[in-house]
């Protein structure tokens, strides 16, 4: 049997001599020599115990040998789980008791406080730093440079990533190889990839925008990446002669307009802008196309279903939506209390179904079969609307979602942290609008009576417990939340008062 995704991700371009990496020091790094890495990191697992199906954790700053981890896991049949660098011992914590991981991987920084955690659950423990250094690298050196791929089909799982938990738990969304390769040839088709391509990423890994939207759709046509361990401006603007597309969060391109070396000169070379994760506004699409003459094309997708929606390529994109459903893609808006069906220009529950969508949730059946409808539609939570071209719109979050700077936080998660902390009544969190993460977070909170802790204290209070993303830009106090007749917190009157907090 094959192995679906090693044969059309790796296998065409493993003998290939051309650029796969460029790095922002210079160096490259071809598809055969990234081929050869894996098979070693490959042959590591294998050493380590890792057998098909197994789970591999890793928390790992963005580097070439940690896109090997990646195809490594492929090669062997494991499952990888990619971890957000910003989350802390505790909340790692969660993810390795809930994946159970044959292997843990994360930077010698973190080794202590995760060796515990490894070890409680059974797991080994291997390092991997930003440089490419560390035990698991070592590992892999003493290993042969091929290795036999696993067989694998399109229904076993490729990777488990975890999304936002609305009660504080996240959920770990599994994605199959036929997942992942069906959105990979849709999205390189659709988006015109091919060998020539160069592709600025400035994404991190550990999400599906970076690690599979990105990587995925070069890897299936040997395109080439210009890898950069974080989003720099300085850095962008110096690769982009060299380079022909580019994919981002917004905020990317918000900063990118701040900057007035952005013009159609520095652009000319380029062929394509996306932009995903988050609502790009308007403003932002019509200050882009009026700067560089190009227009950002805006595609929507979840971790749970890749990605659904594109704004076309030759045809019109559309400021303020998110496109047409994608090619094999099925996207349905439905009545939130009913599932029925709605017509254009209704405002519904954006559902979708197709060899996209995940196959629910890990360990989590009951969650799994309250999203995932049984004719196989998957309920997204998010909120919008078809217009009368066919373009999807989307309106709003079911769930409240906060999305700041393209990372998602969940309010429940940081008001559970706030409310368990001393002197805090209750607490409502929302995100307000942020120059420049698009979206910020902040906290009202009500102290209980008698106490004296300040905002100050709360904040600090939180900053080991929460990753930074998710701790309040601004904590409000306040003597009371505004309620309605059934007592639930009006948080769109606290959206509307707290409206310019941030800008
Ligand atoms: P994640 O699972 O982290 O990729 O977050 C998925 C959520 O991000 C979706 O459910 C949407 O709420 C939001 N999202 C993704 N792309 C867009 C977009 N282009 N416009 C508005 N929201 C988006």
Redesign the pocket.
């Known amino acids: 049997m094959s192995n679906a995704l090693y044969d059309a991700l790796f296998a065409p371009h493993a003998k290939s001599d051309a650029v796969f990496l460029r790095l922002t020091d210079g160096d490259g790094l071809s598809h055969r020599s990234f081929a050869e890495m894996a098979a070693r990191f490959a042959g590591a697992l294998t050493a380590d115990g890792v057998k098909a199906g197994d789970r591999v954790a890793a928390q790992v700053d963005k580097c070439p040998e940690a896109l090997a981890l990646y195809a490594a896991c492929i090669q062997t049949g494991a499952v990888l789980v990619p971890l957000n660098t910003a989350y802390t011992p505790s909340e790692i914590d969660y993810f390795v008791g809930n994946a159970e991981p044959r292997l843990v991987v994360c930077g010698q920084a973190a080794a202590p406080a995760l060796s515990a955690i490894a070890e409680t659950n059974g797991a080994t423990l291997r390092t991997l730093n930003a440089d490419g250094s560390g035990s698991l690298r070592a590992l892999a050196d003493a290993q042969a440079s091929a290795f036999d791929p696993a067989p694998r089909s399109t229904d076993d799982l490729a990777a488990i990533l975890y999304?936002?938990g609305t009660t504080g738990r996240s959920k770990g969304a599994m994605l199959t190889h036929g997942n992942l390769l069906s959105n990979a040839l849709t999205l390189s088709d659709l988006w015109r990839f091919d060998a020539e391509d160069v592709l600025i990423h400035a994404l991190p890994i550990f999400?599906?925008?970076g690690l599979f939207v990105a990587v995925n759709t070069c890897l299936v046509t040997g395109a080439s990446i210009i890898f950069m361990p974080r989003f720099d401006v300085d850095a962008i603007i110096k690769a982009m002669p060299d380079a022909t597309t580019m994919m981002g969060v917004p905020t990317f391109y918000t900063r990118l307009l701040d900057d007035a070396r952005l013009t159609k000169d520095l652009t000319k070379g380029m062929r394509l802008f996306v932009?995903?994760?988050?609502?790009?506004p308007a403003e932002t699409h019509r200050a882009f196309e009026a700067r560089t003459g190009h227009r950002l094309l805006?595609?929507?997708?979840?971790?749970?279903t890749n990605m659904n929606t594109s704004n076309p390529y030759d045809g019109d994109r559309f400021a303020g939506t998110?496109g047409l459903p994608l090619p094999g893609v099925e996207v349905r808006v439905t009545d939130p209390a009913t599932g029925t069906p709605l017509g254009k220009g209704e405002i519904g529950v954006i559902e979708v179904r197709g060899p996209n969508v995940f196959h629910g949730y890990w360990r989590m059946p009951d969650k799994t079969a309250e999203e995932l409808r049984a004719n196989g539609f998957f309920i997204?939570?998010?909120l919008g609307t078809f217009d009368e071209r066919g373009y999807l719109h989307?309106v709003g979050?079911q769930k409240d979602?906060i999305?700041s700077g393209g990372?998602?936080i969940y309010p429940k998660e940081v008001e559970t942290a706030l409310e368990a902390l001393p002197g805090v009544d209750e607490s409502a969190v929302i995100g307000v609008p942020h120059p420049d993460f698009g979206e910020g977070v902040i906290a009202i909170v009500v102290p209980e009576a008698g106490t004296q802790a300040g905002a100050d204290d709360l904040a600090d209070a939180l900053k080991d417990k929460l990753a930074r993303f998710k701790q309040p830009k601004r904590i409000v106090l306040v003597d009371e939340l505004p309620r309605n007749a059934m007592g639930k917190v009006q948080k769109n009157v606290l959206r509307e008062q707290f409206v310019g907090l941030l800008s």
Do not use: K
Request: glycine fraction near 10%; hydrophobic fraction near 30%; charge should be negative.
């Open positions: 999304t936002s999400h599906t925008h932009s995903g994760s988050a609502p790009l805006e595609r929507y997708g979840m971790t749970e998110v997204t939570g998010d989307i979050r979602l999305i990372f998602n």
